[in-house]
């Protein structure tokens, strides 16, 4: 939402911002839509809820971890990607 803001106080109209996710929690696409009515949201896939890390659920686990193979055992209820 920084971002948004950011482009805001330089002056770019709302209805000009466009948001382009590859996966957002159904919780945070309201938050988005109601801080921002105007900003255009393009997602993939909406997942339903978010645990209480802020994890999307079902969710996709760490995608850094998962692009980059760096999955550790340390990580909260992830398991590694499967190629």
């Known amino acids: 939402m920084m971002a948004i803001r950011i482009l805001l106080d330089h002056d770019v109209p709302e209805e000009n911002i466009y948001v382009l996710s590859l996966l957002m929690s159904e919780p945070g696409v309201h938050a988005l839509a109601y801080a921002f009515p105007k900003v255009r949201l393009i997602t993939t896939a909406v997942d339903p809820q978010i645990s209480d ?11 850094g971890d998962r ?17």
Request: hydrophobic content about 20%; glycine content about 14%; aromatic content about 24%.
């Open 67 to 83: 692009y980059y193979g760096t999955y550790s055992s340390d990580t909260e209820g992830e398991e590694p990607f499967d190629s």
């Open 53 to 63: 890390n802020f994890y999307v659920l079902p969710g996709m686990g760490n995608f």
